[in-house]
C-alpha cells in the first residue's frame, strides 16, 4: 500500500480511526517511531481506551527504549482489559527481554490461553531457554506440550506482572475463603456490611447515598488473622484485590515511594470496584512525630492525598488496612473519608479456637482428636499460637515416627502437651493496648478494646 495516498486519505477523514491505525502501524514498520506514536495519539483523543492504539504504544515506547513506561502503560492496559492475549504476549517478550524469564513465562502462558492464535513457539523456546521452564503442560501452536517447571508460584498474569514492576508484595490469592478462617462471625459480618456489599451493590448503597469506597482498617493483637481475613475477603469477592506489604515501599529510594504509591492507587482505580490491602499500615502511617526522615512524611502526605482521592476519584475503590499497632498510626488517617471504619479482630473465643483447630488439623493423620479440648486449653491464643501448637505436636510425631520407622499418628496427648508448652501471646497487647484505650481513647478509637477487656460497655 502507499503510505503516501492513505496520508490524503487521512487529511480527508481525520477521525478515520482504522486509518490512523493503519498508517501508524506503516511508520512503525520504518521505525518511524515519533510518527506512528503522533497518529496513536490521535486515536487515543478520540478514544481514549482503545485498546489496540494503547498496546501500540506500549510497543513503540518498548521499541524508542523506554522499556519500564512500555511496562507501566502495558500493565495498566493488562489490568483493564485482562483478556488482551496480544498485550501479554508483548508484556512476556518485554519480561523476557529484561531477563525476567519466569514473569515472561507467566504472561505468555496467560496470552495462549487466552487466544492459542498468538502461540509462538520461537518465544516459547527463547523463553525456556532463559530458565522460565519446569515440568508442566504450556500450550504451543502445535498443541498442549510438556515442559519442565517449577511449582507455581503466588502470583498469577496481571498480579505477576504489576507485583514485578512495582517491585511490590502484591499478591492476590483468591484461594482461600471465609470458610477458612475460623469463628470472628462478628467481624465477618462486619466485612461483608463494610466492604463486600457495598461492593456487590453500589446501585442500593447509592440509594440510601452511600458510596462504595472509603477506608476500613482492621486492628488487633498479632497472629489473630488479619491478614488471613483480608485475603479470605478476597476470595469472597469478584472483584480485583491488590495486597501491598508496606515494607516494600518504604525500601525504596526518597521520592520513588510517593510515586509508587501512586502508582498502586492509580492501578486500583482503574481495577475498581476493587479493594487495595495495605497491611502491617503502622510501617508507613507511623506517627508524624516518630518520623525523622522527611521521606517518611513525604509518602505520608502522599497516602494521605490518595485516599483523599482529591487528584483522582476513589469511586469504587474499597481500601483496607491492618495493623498490630494502631497507636503508632497517625490520627491523620482515621479522619472522615480515610480509615473511618475500623474493625477490632479480637483473639479467637473458645468456639472459634476449636474451629481454628478443626481448620488446622484438615489433612492430617489424627488420632483422639477432639477439637473441644485444643480449644478448652488455649485460653488466649491467638490464630497463630494454635497453628503453633499443631506444628510442635506434628513435629513430636514425627520425630517419634523416625525412631520407630512407621507412621506415628498426631495423638490428642500430643496436641494436649503442646497446648501447655506455646505460650499464649495475645496478653502482651492487651497491655499496651489497654493504657491506649484507657488514656488516649481520642474519638472512641479503642472503645471495642475497653469491651472486650470489660472495662466499658
Ligand atoms: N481465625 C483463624 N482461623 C484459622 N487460622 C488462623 C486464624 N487466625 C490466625 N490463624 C493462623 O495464624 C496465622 C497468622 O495469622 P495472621 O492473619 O497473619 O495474623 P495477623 O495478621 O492478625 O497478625 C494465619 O496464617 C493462620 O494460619
Ligand atoms: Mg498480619
Not at 482503574?270 to 510501617?283: C, G, T
Not at 512525630?289 to 492525598?305: K, T
Not at 484438615?362 to 503453633?388: C, H, N
Request: aromatic share 6%; proline share 4%; glycine share 8%.
Amino acid at each position: 500500500m502507499d503510505l503516501a495516498a492513505l496520508k490524503l486519505a487521512l487529511e480527508a477523514s481525520p477521525h478515520n480511526i482504522p486509518l490512523l491505525l493503519l498508517v501508524a502501524k506503516m511508520h512503525e514498520d520504518q521505525y518511524e517511531l515519533a510518527e506512528a506514536r503522533a497518529l496513536l495519539e490521535r486515536v487515543l483523543a478520540i478514544d481514549a481506551a482503545h485498546a489496540d492504539a494503547l498496546l501500540g504504544l506500549a510497543r513503540l515506547l518498548d521499541l524508542a527504549g523506554e522499556t519500564s513506561e512500555a511496562v507501566v502503560r502495558l500493565d495498566a492496559l493488562c489490568s483493564m482489559k485482562p483478556d488482551f492475549a496480544a498485550a501479554w504476549l508483548l508484556r512476556s517478550r518485554i519480561a523476557l527481554d529484561e531477563g525476567e524469564a519466569q514473569l515472561a513465562r507467566e504472561c505468555y502462558d496467560k496470552a495462549v490461553a487466552l487466544d492459542r492464535a498468538v502461540a509462538d513457539d520461537e518465544l516459547l523456546q527463547a523463553i525456556l531457554k532463559a530458565g522460565g521452564g519446569g515440568r508442566r503442560t504450556v500450550m504451543t501452536s502445535a498443541g498442549p506440550m510438556e515442559v519442565d517447571d517449577d511449582e507455581d508460584g503466588p502470583f498469577s498474569g496481571m498480579d505477576a506482572v504489576t507485583a514485578r514492576e512495582l517491585d511490590l508484595e502484591f499478591r492476590v490469592r483468591a484461594d482461600i475463603r471465609f470458610g477458612d478462617v475460623g469463628g470472628m462471625e462478628k467481624v465477618k459480618e462486619d466485612i461483608r456490611m463494610k466492604i463486600i456489599h457495598p461492593l456487590k451493590n453500589p446501585d442500593l448503597f447509592a440509594a440510601y447515598g452511600k458510596k462504595a469506597g472509603g477506608g476500613v482498617m482492621l486492628y488487633g493483637p498479632p497472629g489473630c488473622g488479619k491478614t488471613l481475613l483480608a485475603r479470605a475477603t478476597a476470595g469472597e469477592i469478584q472483584a480485583s484485590f491488590f495486597s501491598i506489604g508496606l515494607h516494600h515501599v518504604l525500601d525504596m529510594y526518597i521520592g520513588e515511594s510517593e510515586q509508587k504509591l501512586h502508582k498502586i492507587f492509580e492501578l486500583a482505580r482503574k481495577a475498581a470496584p476493587s479493594v487495595l490491602f495495605f497491611d502491617e499500615i503502622d510501617a508507613l502511617a507511623a506517627d508524624r512525630r516518630d518520623m525523622r526522615q522527611s521521606a517518611g512524611r513525604g509518602l505520608i502526605n502522599q497516602f494521605l492525598e490518595e485516599l483523599d482521592g482529591s487528584r483522582a476519584s476513589n469511586e469504587g475503590v474499597l481500601i483496607l488496612g491492618a495493623t498490630n499497632a494502631p497507636w503508632h498510626v497517625d490520627g491523620a488517617f482515621m479522619r472522615p473519608g480515610r480509615f473511618d471504619r475500623l474493625i477490632f479482630v479480637p483473639p479467637p473465643d473458645e468456639p472459634a479456637r476449636q474451629e481454628i483447630a478443626r481448620i488446622h488439623a484438615r489433612g492430617k493423620p489424627l488420632v483422639d482428636f477432639d477439637p473441644a479440648v485444643v480449644g478448652k486449653k488455649t485460653e488466649g491464643f491467638s490464630g497463630a499460637d494454635i497453628m503453633a501448637v499443631f506444628e510442635q505436636a506434628t513435629e513430636q510425631a514425627l520425630s517419634e515416627a523416625m525412631r520407630k520407622g512407621a507412621v506415628v499418628p498426631v495423638s490428642g496427648k500430643m496436641l494436649a502437651a503442646a497446648c501447655k508448652e506455646v505460650k499464649p501471646s495475645t496478653r502482651k497487647w492487651f497491655e499496651s493496648a489497654k493504657n491506649y484505650a484507657l488514656y488516649a481513647n481520642q474519638s472512641g478509637f479503642y472503645d471495642d478494646v475497653l469491651i472486650y477487656l470489660g472495662l466499658k460497655k
